[in-house]
Structure formats: structure tokens, C-alpha cells
């Protein structure tokens, strides 16, 4: 797929580098996230935790050091990621809290959105928290998380909101310097692996458009709308009956 990005697609080169980047990420994944945000994805998280009913399985696309995945109950749980690092801290976060819970351990793969190495029909629910943003091509993605949904099934995905272009525009300001200057800080270097979330940003479609490929793809109905502040939006897709 050579280099370079755009509204549906990470060239093959960029989306190597774009690994490497969410690696080192993970020493203070949570710390800048919270400070990025101002707080909100805690309330983002529990959001989406509101659309799974208890009792059933759950797929985490992209499911990163297990934020998320950790504070999913009564729920059989599989965490993807292409990161073997991160399915590792993944791992000992998420069943640890499980097994507080006194629930069996979560089943961790490592694998792409574009590639899901399950069988078809498999979930009643796919999550991808921020991870939306960093598949390499996003309508193959979305493609295999139909796939792999029981008809009837839900897609909830939480991202970076880009309403319209102006809108976009004032997002790329805040990540540029809001959260640059204080990744510079935390990470104690000018090349920061946080630069990759303004680079995704800035090539991430709006609201409209990835509504009309869940569309395309087969998903009925969509339902895509901005979260407060204004930061983030969150897509609700169906997989027909």
C-alpha cells in the first residue's frame, strides 16, 4: 500500500511507524489520555460499556494496554491488538480486575481489524475505543467486524470527533499544542510518540462520512454523533437480522 495516508487508508510504511509509536505509548498511555481530554474518556468508556448488556461477547478491536476491556462485567470478553506489548499489559490488567470479579479470564489474540483470525457470527458486541482511527484500511475493517457479529449484533466505536473541516481544524490545534506541549513534557522529548495522534487527525474523516461507509458495508441502521465536549463522536451500527 506504499506510504502516505488518507480518510480510509494508512500506507503500509506509515502504518508500521504508526506501531512503533502506539508501543511506546503504553508507559503513559492513561496519564495523557486523561490530561488530553480533560477527563472525559472515563465518561466516553462508561458510555460504551452502557450499550453491552451483561452476558454477552464482547470483541475489542484495538483493545490497546486494556483500558477499556478491564471494567467490561459479566461479559465473555476477547481483546484484539497487533501489538504483542500491548496484549501483554492488556492481559495482566484485564484479568486481574476479572479475577477480583471472580470471573474467567478474557481471551487475548493478536491480530488486525482487517484480518480478524475468528469464525463468523462469533459476537454479540464489537467495541473499538480510539482505535477506529488507526486501522490500516478502514472499510476492510469494518467488513470483518460484520462478519465476525451475530446478526442483530452492535458495533460501538469511540473516537476522535471531526464534525467538518472548521471543526477539524480546531481538533488539530488542540492536539498540537494542548496535547503536544504536555506529551513533551511527560515523555521528556521533542519526538514524541503522542505526534501520530494529530498525524491520524488531520487525514480522519468526519462524522458523515464514516456513517455512509457503515452504510456501504452493510450495517442498518448507523447513528453517529459528537460526545462532550465536541472532542470525541460515537457510531452505533447494526448488523441486520
Not at 465518561?43 to 478491564?70: D, H, M, N, Y
Not at 471472580?102 to 475468528?118: C, K, Q, R, S, Y
Request: neutral net charge; glycine residues 10%.
Amino acid at each position: 500500500m506504499g506510504r502516505g495516508m488518507d480518510s480510509e487508508h494508512i500506507g503500509d510504511s506509515d502504518w508500521s511507524e504508526l506501531q512503533a509509536n502506539l508501543e511506546a505509548t503504553i508507559p503513559v498511555y492513561d496519564r495523557i489520555n486523561r490530561f488530553a481530554t480533560l477527563g472525559q474518556d472515563q465518561r466516553w468508556r462508561k458510555g460504551v460499556r452502557a450499550q453491552i448488556p451483561a452476558g454477552s461477547t464482547v470483541l475489542e478491536v484495538g483493545c490497546g494496554p486494556g483500558t477499556f476491556a478491564e471494567r467490561i462485567v459479566a461479559c465473555e470478553v476477547t481483546c484484539l491488538d497487533p501489538i504483542p506489548a500491548m496484549l501483554d499489559v492488556a492481559r495482566n490488567r484485564v484479568n486481574d480486575s476479572r479475577a477480583e470479579r471472580g470471573e474467567e479470564p478474557a481471551n487475548f489474540i493478536e491480530g488486525t481489524a482487517e484480518e480478524i483470525p475468528l469464525p463468523d457470527n462469533s459476537f454479540d458486541v464489537v467495541c473499538c475505543l480510539f482505535s477506529f482511527r488507526d486501522f490500516q484500511d478502514k472499510r476492510k475493517g469494518l467488513e470483518e467486524i460484520l462478519r465476525v457479529l451475530k446478526p442483530g449484533g452492535k458495533l460501538v466505536i469511540c473516537d476522535a470527533g471531526k464534525a467538518n473541516f472548521l471543526h477539524g481544524w480546531f481538533g488539530w490545534l488542540w492536539m498540537k499544542l494542548w496535547v503536544g506541549t504536555y506529551a513533551r513534557l511527560v515523555c521528556k522529548q521533542n519526538e514524541h510518540p503522542w505526534k501520530w495522534l494529530t498525524k491520524t487527525y488531520v487525514h480522519f474523516g468526519t462524522t458523515r462520512q464514516y456513517k455512509r461507509m457503515m452504510r456501504d458495508t452493510g450495517f442498518a441502521p448507523v447513528k453517529g454523533r459528537l460526545l462532550f465536549p465536541g472532542m470525541a463522536v460515537r457510531f452505533i451500527a447494526e448488523k441486520p437480522e
